[in-house]
């Protein structure tokens, strides 16, 4: 029994259009994947870059003020100054809006700035509700967004770590307070 008939194949001159036409079909099949590879190799490096960025303005000398700043208010019971307030907030609703818009993807922020996220959405929330009230504007609504996506990614995963206003607690006494003084 044959399979495959090989009487009459063609290479080269006439009949052999469908030989030709296969091996370009394979050269562009190559081609679209190399490029494929290429960008996604180019996205994930953006990433990386874009986390690495991100990384460096939260440890910035400046951004440590400013947590320090509304721990202390924490640590005194007073309310968080409007500026540090604002400054923390901001660098979380910046990267939320990226990861809301796409632009950053949200499993790597997930690994990378989830505790920390949900840690300052829960520092700051009281503040972000006062502010909602004078303000009558809903302000924060992406990093609201994003500790509660992470939140929930955070509970598929099996982490069941609640941060709540004992954790911050916690985490005062535990010497976060310290910590950036060090910083």
Do not use: C
């Not at 030989?19 to 990386?48: D, K, P």
């Amino acid at each position: 029994m044959t399979f495959i008939n090989t009487k009459g194949m063609a290479f080269f001159g006439p009949g052999s259009e469908w030989f030709w036409a296969a091996l370009q079909f394979t050269a562009l099949a190559i081609t679209f994947i190399a490029i494929y590879r290429q960008l996604r190799t180019a996205r994930s490096s953006h990433s990386v870059e874009q986390v690495a960025l991100y990384t460096r303005q939260f440890d910035e000398e400046r951004m440590a003020r400013y947590q320090l700043t509304i721990l202390l208010a924490l640590r005194d019971k007073v309310d968080i100054p409007l500026g540090a307030g604002v400054s923390v907030g901001n660098y979380f609703e910046g990267l939320a809006s990226l990861g809301r818009s796409g632009h950053l993807d949200i499993k790597l922020l997930w690994r990378v700035f989830g505790l920390v996220t949900v840690r300052w959405w829960t520092v700051l929330e009281p503040f972000v509700q006062r502010q909602r009230v004078a303000n009558g504007v809903s302000v924060f609504e992406d990093f609201e967004w994003l500790a509660g996506m992470l939140t929930s990614m955070d509970r598929r995963a099996g982490r069941n770590l609640t941060i709540d206003a004992a954790y911050v607690a916690n985490w005062l006494v535990g010497g976060a307070i310290e910590s950036l003084q060090d910083n």
